[in-house]
């Protein structure tokens, strides 16, 4: 159990009080977190790759992180700001993040129908703009409530700090929104191929597509609602798996992308709070370390074609 | 069942606008038909209507009697397959796989049917490859495969004898030629392929979006309906029973 108090393995089993409310309060929380938010990011980006058959397109990338951080913010903003009350942050954040994502996939899909690397393009302009909005949502409320420090949390995508009823709400959408994408694995496979092929096998490709489009901006938006934007998890996950599995077949590829990225998520998770002892860094800063240098080789894949 | 299996009753076809226009064209069962025609011409577009890929402006389109407008995408496979001439590339799925993705008229099809249907075409031995991995030949022969495993008694094949050498190229209009004339089914090819052509039942010859002539082989692939159709002089020379075909 690692993390600014590290607790001994031994003292697990029957662990002091202090122990305990670390345990149960802290990091279990923030271990469901990484499960869940690792599997969201990787399905997401599995199913964005396939239905845009663009090997680079996954939340962080396609600007949709960045549209759902603004909607969260505006539904932060919104519960604090009037008679509602805080504690519907936990409904308005997601709501509002959902809400985000989609206007910023619909912003993408309207500019970046050129190609590959114009969806990639487009993605950037919009998460560039999304951010520069996000970051004065974000000074704004750091002037009006000045002991507001978790907001400046969520820009930087971590866990810490996320609690149980966080948790549950992250699950109650992500594993219904999972399930059905894992029985409609296969419609997403024909969407993968051709929009002819899915038409003339009894799959409606506009309709599917925007099924699945809303599906991942829903599994984006409850993320980033509650850990902000972790990048290139959705990009590098469903890559290697499809590595490991020699296969591009969506009903293998996504239930396995649920566990390696949640599996990566947890290694990093422990890699941020190790890495400077004492010091916890966002996990979005070891995630991008990692998939940079993934996104730059494909890059250099696609351009050769 | 009426003795057609496809009708287009003064259809005009496109997809922003007509690229198809006002065309009667009644293609029988069973049998192997070729669509030639043009680059441009609308012979995918044909194809693309039946699948309700590409829109109707005006008359009527037919599978099997019915009208292609009353038809629900879900229930295509019941009527029809498509094979196109290409997949995505990074498709990185076995033959198995991509048996696996077709739908027939009662859902995803079975194992059973995936093994049938490539001992029928004679290339059992292709089921664990990697499809990307595969030569142009052989990919030709899976997706027509995996149209025909589908069951419906109309395939649609777009160019299926395109970028093929000699020998995949009558390869593969042997096989055509089986499943027309083994199981009954209706084929209907668009593409340039004079080869393919001759060797079906029926030729439709599609110019600038309009019926320029059908028939049978002997009645469309001669010297004049085939200059008219490219727009050059073509000479067609009969040696042994067999046809030399040339541009002056």
């Known amino acids: ?305 | 069942m009426g003795s057609y299996a496809v009708r287009f009753v003064n259809a005009s076809i496109g997809y922003d606008e007509p690229i198809i226009r006002d065309i009667m064209l009644n293609i029988p069962r069973p049998g192997l038909t070729t669509i030639l025609g043009p680059n441009g011409s609308g012979k995918t577009t044909m194809l693309r209507a039946l699948i309700k890929y590409a829109r109707i402006f005006g008359g009527y389109v037919y599978v099997d009697g019915k009208s292609v407008d009353s038809i629900p995408i879900r229930d295509l496979p019941r009527y029809m397959s498509y094979s196109p001439a290409e997949i995505n590339p990074q498709v990185i799925l076995t033959v198995r796989d991509i048996m696996r993705s077709a739908r027939g008229g009662d859902g995803w099809v079975s194992d059973e049917d995936i093994n049938d249907t490539l001992r029928f075409l004679g290339i059992q031995d292709l089921v664990d490859r990697m499809f990307n991995e595969l030569s142009t030949g052989q990919k030709r022969l899976v997706l027509i495969a995996r149209a025909l495993v589908s069951k419906a008694p109309l395939l649609l094949l777009d160019e299926p004898t395109s970028n093929l050498d000699l020998g995949n190229k009558y390869r593969v209009i042997s096989i055509l030629r089986k499943i027309v004339d083994e199981r009954g089914i209706t084929v209907i090819t668009a593409g340039h392929d004079i080869d393919l052509a001759l060797s079906s039942d029926w030729v439709v010859a599609i110019k600038d979006g309009e019926l320029l002539a059908m028939g049978s082989p002997d009645d469309i692939i001669n010297e004049d309906t085939l200059s008219k159709l490219y727009g050059i002089n073509i000479r067609v020379l009969r040696l042994n029973g067999h046809r030399l075909i040339y541009v002056e």
């Open chain 1, 1 to 305: 159990m690692v993390g600014e108090v590290i607790i001994p393995v031994n003292k697990l089993l029957d662990p002091p009080q202090v122990y305990r409310v670390i345990i149960l309060d802290i990091r279990l929380p923030e271990l469901l977190a990484c499960i869940v938010v690792g599997a969201n990011l990787s399905v997401a980006g599995a199913v964005m790759q396939s239905l845009f058959r663009n090997p680079l397109a996954e939340p962080y990338v396609t600007g949709t992180a960045s549209g759902a951080l603004l909607g969260a913010l505006i539904g932060l903003l919104i519960s604090i700001t009037s008679r509602i009350g805080s504690s519907f942050s936990i409904v308005l954040m997601p709501v509002f993040s959902f809400i985000g994502a989609m206007v910023a996939i619909a912003l993408v899909l309207t500019f970046g129908r050129g190609g590959w690397l114009s969806l990639v393009l487009a993605g950037i302009g919009v998460s560039i703009m999304f951010s520069s909005i996000v970051m004065m949502i974000d000074t704004y409320l750091l002037t009006i409530i000045p002991t507001l420090p978790a907001i400046v949390y969520l820009l930087f995508g971590t866990v810490s700090g996320i609690n149980w009823n966080e948790d549950l709400a992250m699950a109650c959408v992500s594993l219904p929104t999972m399930a059905y994408i894992i029985v409609s694995a296969r419609e997403v496979n024909l969407l993968m191929m051709s929009d002819e092929v899915a038409q003339a096998g009894g799959v409606n490709p506009g309709f599917s597509r925007a099924i699945f489009i809303t599906l991942t901006g829903l599994l984006t938006a409850i993320s980033v609602s509650f850990t902000g934007i972790i990048g290139f998890v959705g990009l590098v996950t469903p890559h290697l798996t499809r590595l490991l599995l020699k296969s591009s077949d969506n009903s293998r590829v996504i239930p396995l992308s649920i566990i390696s990225g949640s599996t990566i998520m947890l290694y990093a998770n422990v890699v941020s709070k190790v890495v400077i002892p004492g010091v916890v860094m966002p996990i979005t800063a070891i995630t991008s370390l990692f998939g940079v240098p993934v996104l730059l080789i494909l890059l250099r894949g696609v351009g050769h074609g």
